[in-house]
């Protein structure tokens, strides 16, 4: 059975780059920008159309990834991801993401940001099987489902396949040798956006890591979908059966940065529309308020 602490746990960190020759040191930036989703690890991988590389580590992004290391990430495509966990130990580098695998159709990678409430019954599953996990965070499922896919002969089939299995929040990035997939869960519980940077695509957890690299926000991935870009392009899927929407609330609440756009709207305009609220709901006579955490500030 998995147990999950009672505490909150900040939102992994999500960021990837197509097509574009600086595309790990841009991933490094989007990651700096999303520190404050993630402080315990990160991970870079980046692909130059033969082959995946991966550079990653515990602490902070500027402590894990100098100018050698990032060089060493060759490629006009990467995808990153800030680490806090939420199964998992936090100590081990082996838990940190963007995960990567080679399997029938040659590499993968994936950095997931979510929980899969069905991660203990399905690993069950897959290890009685003989699956071998590496480690002990759910989003390794992901990769067993997609490599155990018996859906077509490229990547997209079996990344459907996959995801129709699990249950719970994700916002992925995928990356092969050539392609970039981004997806959202049906329920739209956690977000991702669509940016571009001149002919680069960009996928990110927050807009704020859009306006570091000067990156033009496009719109945000709609629940539900998937986004395959290769060199033919950006390709948009509904593969999924419709459901209600429940975004999380800690989003706006606590989770994102109050520069961001989160759902639609501005966190910080959100947070002060909360604390007006709050101040009608529950008045109060006071000398002083003490905001806890930073992101009660704007209420």
Request: aromatic share 8%; charged share 25%; with cysteine.
């Amino acid at each position: 059975m998995l147990f999950h602490e009672d505490k909150f746990h900040d939102e992994c960190g999500v960021f990837g780059v197509y097509g574009h020759p600086e595309a790990a040191n841009l991933v490094y930036l989007g990651l700096y920008a999303l520190q404050h989703r993630g402080q315990e690890g990160a991970g870079i991988v980046s692909s130059d159309g033969k082959s995946l590389r991966v550079e990653k580590g515990n602490g902070l992004v500027s402590d894990i990834f100098d100018e050698a290391r990032i060089k060493k990430l060759k490629g006009d495509c990467a995808i990153g991801h800030n680490r806090y966990s939420t199964t998992g130990a936090s100590q081990l580098v082996e838990n940190v993401q963007p995960l990567l695998i080679n399997y029938a159709l040659g590499q993968l990678s994936v950095a997931h940001n979510g929980n899969l409430t069905n991660y203990g019954k399905i690993k069950d599953e897959l290890e009685a099987y003989g699956s071998i996990f590496h480690t002990s965070i759910d989003s390794e499922l992901i990769v067993h489902l997609i490599a155990h896919s018996k859906e077509g002969g490229t990547l997209m089939p079996r990344v459907v396949d996959a995801l129709s299995k699990i249950q719970g929040a994700y916002s992925l990035l995928i990356m092969s040798e050539k392609e970039m997939i981004g997806v959202r869960d049906p329920n739209g519980f956690r977000p991702l956006c669509l940016g571009k940077l001149d002919d680069a695509w960009v996928l990110s957890s927050e807009t704020c890591a859009l306006d570091l690299i000067e990156a033009k926000y496009v719109r945000d991935i709609e629940p539900g979908e998937m986004v395959v870009i290769n060199r033919d392009g950006l390709q948009s899927y509904k593969p999924f059966p419709a459901v209600k929407h429940s975004c999380c609330v800690f989003e706006s609440i606590y989770f994102s940065r109050p520069d961001s756009y989160i759902f639609g709207e501005n966190v910080n305009f959100i947070r002060k529309m909360m604390g007006r609220k709050l101040a009608v709901e529950h008045p109060v006579e006071a000398d002083l308020i003490v905001p806890v955490p930073d992101s009660g500030v704007p209420a």
